[in-house]
Each structure stands twice: as structure tokens, then as C-alpha cells.
């Protein structure tokens, strides 16, 4: 037999009326329901395919700079593990600006708890991609030099000095 009389012997099965009937009485009473009106739901739920609540971003505010920082300081201090350590430098290098010193020292440090060296090589990599110039990286550089040795944490160029 070719695969498609196979498939075609599995649906005339007896089970799938069964729960096409079940089925479709039970969408026949949803529809019979009359919709009670409720000011939270919006329109009735029988003339929509979801029944999820819309959302709306009204009660957000903009974020200063410093409650950003603050904000990721204290994340980087949760972190437990690679997954969370990665996907909160993702978040934080995904807005358009370059992410404070304190922030990055709590991100090495994180780096250097989960035991993760290449995930603390590439911040230095994140924060050469973000900055404006290349005078604004030496400043980062200059800045975390001790942190960097404390921590053992070389820089891409020092490990590959070809390729950049």
C-alpha cells in the first residue's frame, strides 16, 4: 500500500467523528451563550477568534540613564547561569546606548561567576561595536584595566592580533 491509502484508511477511523461530533456540539453551546456584557473584555468573546485582553504600553515611562544602569547592575548581580548572563547583556546592549562602567563590572564579574570567558571577551567586543569612536573604547579600556587583570580577561585583539 502507498503511504497516502494509509493515510487515507487512518482518518476514515471511527474515533475522529466521534470527536468531530463532541466537537462541534460543544462549539454549538459556546454559540448559544449570550455574550454578558463587561467593560474589560471589550466586544463579545463569540465574534472573536482569541479571548485574550488587549494590552496596551499606556502606563509605561521613559527610563533615565542612571535607572537603566541601576536596573542591569542589579540583574548582572542575579545572574546564576550562562543563559541569563547572555540574554541580559542581549537586552542591555539591544538599547541605543553604551552601557555604563558599573554595568560592565557587574557583567564581568557575572562572566567570571558563571565561569564564562569567551561570554567576557566578547563584552569588551559589544562595547567596541557601540561606542562612536575609537577614543571612547581606550577611555572603557582604561577604565577596566584593573578589572580585566584581576579577572584574567584579555581583549580579541590581544588574543588574535592578525585579525584586527
Do not use: W
Request: hydrophobic share 35%.
Amino acid at each position: 500500500m502507498t503511504s497516502t491509502t494509509l493515510l487515507r484508511l487512518a482518518a476514515r477511523t471511527s474515533t475522529v467523528p466521534s470527536f468531530r461530533s463532541s466537537y462541534v456540539a460543544s462549539a454549538r453551546r459556546v454559540a448559544v451563550l449570550p455574550a454578558a456584557p463587561s467593560s474589560h473584555v471589550g466586544p463579545s468573546l463569540c465574534s472573536r477568534f482569541s479571548t485574550s485582553v488587549r494590552r496596551r504600553s499606556d502606563g509605561h515611562e521613559e527610563e533615565s540613564f542612571e535607572e537603566f544602569s541601576a536596573r542591569y547592575e542589579k540583574e548582572f548581580d542575579n545572574v546564576q547561569d550562562v543563559f541569563e548572563l547572555q540574554r541580559n547583556l542581549n537586552n542591555a546592549f539591544a538599547y541605543d546606548l553604551v552601557p555604563s562602567t558599573s554595568v560592565i563590572v557587574a557583567a564581568l564579574r557575572a562572566a567570571r561567576r558563571v565561569n564564562d570567558f569567551p561570554t567576557a571577551v566578547r563584552i569588551f567586543e559589544g562595547i567596541k561595536a557601540k561606542v562612536e569612536n575609537r577614543g571612547q573604547y581606550h577611555e572603557y579600556l582604561r577604565e577596566l584595566k584593573d578589572l580585566r587583570e584581576e579577572l584574567g580577561v584579555q581583549l580579541k585583539e590581544d588574543l588574535y592580533p592578525e585579525a584586527s
